[in-house]
């Protein structure tokens, strides 16, 4: 408990640092509340702006979505359902998901963990009516790996295999977010924290992710990449203006964040390139996308597009890292199969 008042003291002394978070804020008041009063709504028509004149995208914001990442094979060609499909999907999205169902004995309903109750199923589909939040190429489908990548992928996957599939030798052997150090930048939509707040200073954007409460200050001045040798978890991102999309481009990724579950862009590494568009449609709507450059991982660019809604504050927090038991669970319940397998093999 007390390193976790350390940590997010620290979050909150890092933003009014810079100025993103009014002093008032760190000692009660709702940063949200008090941003609202400087940008009032604007008039129909007319784009919301921050005091200092910048379009303003500030707020929390959900992307939870039932869309797919990539187009169904039997939805080929079919770019946007009709009212009665989306319907439909939603419904057999929705039973199929249902982690209170009790069918498929003991092992089906422990794999299903927390009940339905926790889980964000979310309702983009709605309002998009895409069969795939991937729009471009327009078959809907991440393009293809390189060749190297695949060589990449192979020698991963015989790695895991020849150390029996799902090794847990240590803490290292688990992904970065089974270890709490990140669920990486963009987000795609998961089962539950779908959030993001966004913050506007002089020269200034900064977005706190929900999940392990991570947050990405962008500045906006114009300056250059960090240099090619240092390598960041979320990147290293730059933005700036065009017109009232905020344009942020993003290098310098951590080839680790190929050990990623939760990597946006599954097999790319530290030549990930990610510009992200973020638009205000309206006073409950942020038309977000993100495309994905990496020659070395894909054969070529792809785009997502993920509408962002407004929703609910405030953010709770994610106390990943208090304990961890998840991290403790899964090496003891190694060993405890470890020590099975070689009680099996005594005479």
């Avoid at 706190?208 to 409460?213: C, G, L």
């Avoid at 097999?267 to 994905?292: C, K, M, P």
């Avoid at 991982?297 to 997502?304: G, L, Q, R």
Wanted: net charge neutral; proline share 6%.
């Amino acid at each position: 408990m007390r390193n976790r008042s350390f940590a997010v003291m620290g979050a909150v002394q890092a933003l009014i640092t810079v100025g993103l978070l009014a002093p008032s804020a760190a000692v009660g008041q709702n940063p949200t509340a008090a941003k609202a009063k400087a940008a009032p709504v604007a008039k129909s028509g007319a784009t919301r702006r921050t005091a200092d004149g910048q379009p303003d995208l500030q707020g929390i914001w959900s992307y939870s979505t039932m869309t797919p990442l990539e187009r169904p094979s039997d939805l080929a060609g079919k770019e946007f359902f009709t009212e009665k499909e989306v319907a439909d999907y939603e419904k057999s999205l929705l039973e199929k998901g249902n982690r209170d169902r009790r069918d498929g004995g003991v092992e089906a309903d422990l794999s299903r963990a927390y009940n339905e109750l926790w889980y964000d199923s979310g309702s983009h589909i709605v309002k998009t009516h895409r069969t795939s939040l991937v729009i471009d190429p327009p078959d809907g489908r991440i393009p293809a790996f390189t060749p190297e990548a695949q060589k990449r992928m192979a020698a991963r996957a015989e790695d895991r295999r020849r150390r029996g599939g799902d090794p847990a030798d240590s803490w290292e052997d688990r992904n970065l977010g089974e270890r709490c150090i990140t669920r990486g930048a963009p987000k795609l939509s998961g089962g539950y924290n779908n959030n993001v707040q966004i913050y506007q200073a002089p020269g200034y954007v900064a977005i706190q992710q929900e999940m392990i409460h991570e947050t990405r200050i962008i500045p906006l001045d114009g300056r250059p990449h960090l240099p090619a040798n240092i390598h960041l978890w979320l990147g290293d991102s730059r933005g700036h203006w065009e017109g009232n999309t905020l344009v942020v481009d993003t290098t310098n990724y951590s080839d680790k964040i190929i050990s990623n579950s939760f990597n946006c862009c599954r097999g790319s590494g530290e030549n990930l390139h990610v510009i992200e568009r973020f638009t205000r449609v309206d006073a409950e709507t942020i038309d977000y996308q993100f495309t994905v450059d990496d020659p070395t991982t894909y054969t070529k660019p792809w785009t997502v597009s993920l509408p962002m809604s407004r929703a609910e504050g405030p953010l709770y927090e994610y106390a990943c890292h208090e304990g961890n038991y998840g991290m403790t669970n899964l090496l003891s319940g190694a060993r405890a199969l470890e020590k099975a397998a070689a009680d099996a093999k005594k005479p």
